[in-house]
């Protein structure tokens, strides 16, 4: 997200004659521009394409191009993208399913794993993990020369509430504007 990310598809003819495009079309318009420029007249076309948008994501679409051939009145040309922030969290929502306290050894399912990765280039730096509750107790470990961050996420035993909880993680890193978020659930009987 954030980089422009264009791509050249270059249109030639092989028949014999002149060959046109005479209209341009996509259904993807809010996600891409385009533009068509004659490289040769009656011979040859460029379409130049380029992501224009700003959401996070996948998404995929065509743009058609009517000619003047009869053996290909119509060319597609199929376009997928897929958006992604430089860092990303995964998983971004962890359970800790239902927690027995009534039973020998718990605690030891009281501990997950995410990771904070860092998709170009290096030097990612985990500034602060905030969980919003204080009985959750966070760990950070760089690996991958600074690609890649190892958050634990452990639950205190003598501070666990009873009952159902949904609380959250906020992840500051010096890549991203926002906080990544972690959704943390769980039941405690």
Known sequence: MGDRIKEKVIITSLEEGP????????????????????????????????????????????????????????????????????????????????????????????????????????????????PSSDWIMTGATVRNEGKQCVITITLDVKRLPKGQFRERLDIKTNSSKKPLVVDVRGEVL
Request: net charge positive; aromatic share 8%.
């Open 19 to 130: 060959f046109h495009i005479l209209d341009i079309q996509s259904d993807i318009k809010d996600r891409i521009n385009y533009r068509l420029s004659t490289i040769e007249k009656g011979k040859e076309y460029c379409v130049e394409i380029e992501n224009r948008s700003t959401r996070e994501g996948s998404f995929q679409g065509r743009i058609e191009l009517k000619t003047t051939s009869e053996k290909k009145p119509v060319v597609v040309i199929n376009v997928y993208g897929n958006l992604r922030e430089v860092v990303m969290v995964k998983p971004d929502s962890i359970s800790f399913g239902t927690i027995d306290t009534t039973k020998r050894n718990f605690e030891r399912n009281l501990t997950k794993t995410v990771y904070v990765s860092k998709l170009r280039g290096g030097g990612l730096t985990v500034k602060e993990v905030t």
